[in-house]
């Protein structure tokens, strides 16, 4: 008798209140996993953020070099011309050459201080299908901000807008390098902007 009343009183008994609840369960795993994905997706965003700026700095880095080496160039000039001009007085003549401004340096490309190496060389005109570092070399001496994103999958930007870059664009497009005009730029730089070479076939 006494284990009939114990069966009975164990069937009327309700189920754990916290025991397994598959739909609590479900949306467990779906906050978890759209947890993860905000956070890669925040992760993403900033690793590209880094990857531009430091493509950035190494393109400021790379105009800098060009404006040492035109200094150096151009206190080469004048050391020289002075040395010229201090021998002329010496022996009593005239200085075979008169002592031109700094900026019409024509003393032959120097080594940048620091970098890969490449010799600095003014690019005045472009031959036609340049490379990609003539196309650089090019721009930098017109004194355009290049942002060279190619080593990191992108693009070759230039950021001007199109009156500025109207004769360079021509001058490009003459010597087959594709352009294309950004006048709202891009997500992380919405300045009126141009991608030089957008099909990417110039090689370095």
């Not at 008994?13 to 779906?30: I, K, N, Q, S, Y």
């Not at 201080?113 to 001496?141: M, Q, W």
């Not at 500025?164 to 490009?172: G, I, Y």
Request: zero cysteines; aromatic letters at 4%.
């Amino acid at each position: 008798m006494k284990s009939t009343k114990n069966e009975q009183r164990s069937n009327d008994t309700p189920g754990h209140p916290l025991g397994p609840d598959p739909e609590f369960e479900r949306a467990l795993d779906e906050f978890a996993e759209a947890s993860r994905q905000s956070l890669e997706s925040l992760f993403r965003g900033r690793m590209q953020a880094l990857e531009e700026r430091i493509a950035g700095l190494a393109s400021k880095a790379n105009s800098t070099e060009v404006l040492i080496g035109r200094a150096l160039a151009a206190e080469e000039q004048v050391a020289r011309l002075q040395r010229e001009l201090a021998k002329a007085k010496a022996v009593g003549l005239p200085a075979t050459r008169s002592v031109e401004p700094a900026t019409q340096s024509t003393s032959p490309p120097i080594e940048p201080i620091s970098g890969a190496g490449r010799r600095i060389k003014a690019a005045e005109n472009l031959r036609p299908n340049p490379s990609l570092d003539d196309v650089i070399k090019f721009l930098l001496h017109r004194g355009f901000d290049v942002d060279n994103k190619r080593p990191l999958g992108g693009g070759l930007w230039v950021y001007a807008d199109q009156d500025a870059f109207e004769t360079t664009a021509k001058t490009l497009q003459s010597a087959g390098v594709g352009v294309r005009y950004h006048p709202r730029g891009r997500r992380l730089k919405p300045d009126p902007q141009f991608e030089v070479d957008p099909a990417k076939v110039l090689e370095t």
